[in-house]
C-alpha cells in the first residue's frame, strides 16, 4: 500500500523490557511484514527501526511534526516520574521519556499502552517504587487503551491497532481501559483445567502426581479466578501455549498492581 494509506504508527520504548516487542513480533494474522507494508507505516520503533543516533531522533522529531494529529502512538514501559523523571533520559539530547511521551501524547490520534508497564507501571512500580513509575494514563490528559499483559499476546496488541485502522475509533473499553474483546472474560472461566478445580483435583506441590496429570493449579499459586485476559482461548506464540497450560498458573499479569497484590506468585 502507499504510505498515505497507511496509519502511521510511532513506539515509544520507557522503562521496559522489550518483551512487548517480542511479541509484537509474532504474530501470524497479519505477519509483522503485512502489518507494516500494507497497514501502518512504522515511523520510529528503537528496536526494529535501521536508524541510530542523531539520525533516529530527527526521525521521531519529524513524524511528530509530519503526522500530528494523524499517528498512532504506541508506548512500551513505565514512566519514570520521580525526580522529574531523571532516572529515564533517551537519546543524545537527554530527555526524559517523561517529557518525551508528554510531547508525543499532544499530536497522538490515539494512545495505546502495550503492556502492564506501559498501563499501570508494571514490575518497575513495585514497592517502594523508587523512580517513581507510573502507566502513561497517568502522565497525560488523553484517553489512553490499555493493553494489560506481561506481555500482551500478539493477537491483543496487532488485534488493537487493527481495530483503530480499520474502524477510525477505540474499540469498547472496560473499566480499566481495556479492550472488552480481549480482556472481557476471567482466564478462571475459559481455562482447561477448570473442570479440575470444580472437581477439587489441585497440584498440592509442584512435580506432584497431580502436576502430571494436568490438575488445577489454585494452590500453586494461579491467579487465574482474579484475572481477566484471554490466555486461554488465543494463547501464545501461534496458538502453542500458555501460562496454566505450560504448567506453572496464572501470575495474574494483566491486572493493575498485580506485583504487589497478587504476590507471592507460588501461593493462592
Ligand atoms: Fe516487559 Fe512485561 Fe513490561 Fe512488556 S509489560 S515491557 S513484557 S516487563
Ligand atoms: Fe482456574 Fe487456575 Fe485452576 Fe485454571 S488452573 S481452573 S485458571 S485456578
Ligand atoms: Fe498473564 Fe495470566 Fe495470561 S499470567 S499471560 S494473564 S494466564
Same mark, same amino acid.
Given at each position: 500500500?502507499?504510505?498515505?494509506?497507511?496509519?502511521?504508527?510511532?513506539?515509544?520504548?520507557?522503562?521496559?523490557c522489550t518483551g512487548c516487542?517480542e511479541?509484537?513480533?509474532?504474530?501470524?494474522?497479519?505477519?509483522?511484514?503485512?502489518?507494516?507494508?500494507?497497514?501502518?507505516?512504522?515511523?520510529?520503533?528503537?528496536?526494529?527501526?535501521?536508524?541510530?543516533? @542523531?539520525?533516529? $531522533?530527527?526521525?521521531?522529531?519529524? !513524524?511528530?511534526?509530519?503526522? +500530528?494529529?494523524?499517528?498512532?502512538?504506541?508506548?512500551?514501559?513505565?514512566?519514570?516520574?520521580?525526580?522529574?523523571?531523571?532516572?529515564?533520559?533517551?537519546?543524545?539530547?537527554?530527555?526524559?521519556?517523561?517529557?518525551?511521551?508528554?510531547?508525543?501524547?499532544?499530536?497522538?490520534?490515539?494512545?495505546?499502552?502495550?503492556?502492564?508497564?506501559?498501563?499501570?507501571?508494571?514490575?518497575?512500580? !513495585?514497592?517502594? /517504587?523508587?523512580?517513581? !513509575?507510573?502507566?502513561?494514563?497517568?502522565?497525560? %490528559?488523553?484517553?489512553?487503551?490499555?493493553?494489560?499483559?506481561?506481555p500482551?499476546?500478539?493477537? /491483543?496488541?496487532? =488485534?488493537?491497532?487493527?481495530?483503530?485502522?480499520?474502524? #477510525?475509533?477505540?474499540?469498547?473499553? %472496560?473499566?480499566?481501559?481495556?479492550?472488552?474483546?480481549?480482556? #472481557?472474560?476471567?482466564?478462571?472461566? /475459559?481455562?482447561?483445567?477448570? =473442570?479440575?478445580?470444580?472437581?477439587? $483435583?489441585?497440584?498440592?506441590?509442584? =512435580?506432584?502426581?497431580?502436576?502430571?496429570?494436568?490438575?488445577?493449579?489454585?494452590?500453586?499459586?494461579? +491467579? =487465574?479466578?482474579?484475572?481477566?485476559?484471554?490466555?486461554?482461548?488465543?494463547?501464545? /506464540?501461534?496458538?502453542?501455549? @500458555?501460562?496454566?497450560?505450560? #504448567?506453572?498458573?496464572?501470575?495474574?499479569?494483566?491486572?493493575?498492581?498485580? @506485583?504487589?497484590?497478587?504476590?507471592?506468585? $507460588?501461593?493462592?
Amino acid at each position: 500500500a502507499e504510505l498515505a494509506d497507511r496509519v502511521p504508527l510511532i513506539w515509544l520504548h520507557m522503562a521496559e523490557c522489550t518483551g512487548c516487542s517480542e511479541s509484537l513480533i509474532r504474530t501470524d494474522s497479519p505477519n509483522l511484514d503485512t502489518l507494516i507494508f500494507d497497514h501502518i507505516s512504522l515511523e520510529y520503533h528503537e528496536t526494529l527501526m535501521a536508524a541510530s543516533g @542523531w539520525q533516529a $531522533e530527527e526521525n521521531l522529531e519529524h !513524524a511528530l511534526a509530519q503526522y +500530528k494529529g494523524r499517528y498512532l502512538l504506541a508506548v512500551e514501559g513505565a514512566i519514570p516520574t520521580a525526580n522529574n523523571g531523571a532516572f529515564l533520559t533517551v537519546g543524545c539530547k537527554g530527555h526524559t521519556g517523561l517529557q518525551i511521551v508528554k510531547d508525543a501524547a499532544e499530536g497522538a490520534a490515539a494512545i495505546i499502552s502495550v503492556g502492564t508497564c506501559a498501563a499501570f507501571g508494571g514490575v518497575q512500580a !513495585a514497592y517502594p /517504587n523508587p523512580t517513581g !513509575a507510573k502507566g502513561v494514563h497517568e502522565v497525560v %490528559d488523553k484517553t489512553v487503551i490499555n493493553l494489560g499483559g506481561c506481555p500482551p499476546s500478539e493477537k /491483543n496488541i496487532v =488485534g488493537t491497532l487493527m481495530y483503530f485502522i480499520m474502524f #477510525g475509533k477505540l474499540p469498547a473499553l %472496560d473499566m480499566f481501559n481495556r479492550p472488552k474483546w480481549a480482556y #472481557g472474560a476471567r482466564v478462571h472461566d /475459559n481455562c482447561e483445567r477448570r =473442570g479440575r478445580f470444580d472437581a477439587g $483435583e489441585f497440584v498440592e506441590t509442584f =512435580g506432584d502426581q497431580g502436576a502430571k496429570d494436568g490438575y488445577c493449579l489454585y494452590k500453586v499459586g494461579c +491467579k =487465574g479466578p482474579y484475572t481477566y485476559n484471554n490466555c486461554p482461548t488465543e494463547r501464545f /506464540n501461534h496458538h502453542t501455549s @500458555w501460562p496454566v497450560l505450560a #504448567g506453572h498458573g496464572c501470575m495474574g499479569c494483566s491486572e493493575p498492581n498485580f @506485583w504487589d497484590d497478587m504476590a507471592d506468585f $507460588e501461593k493462592p
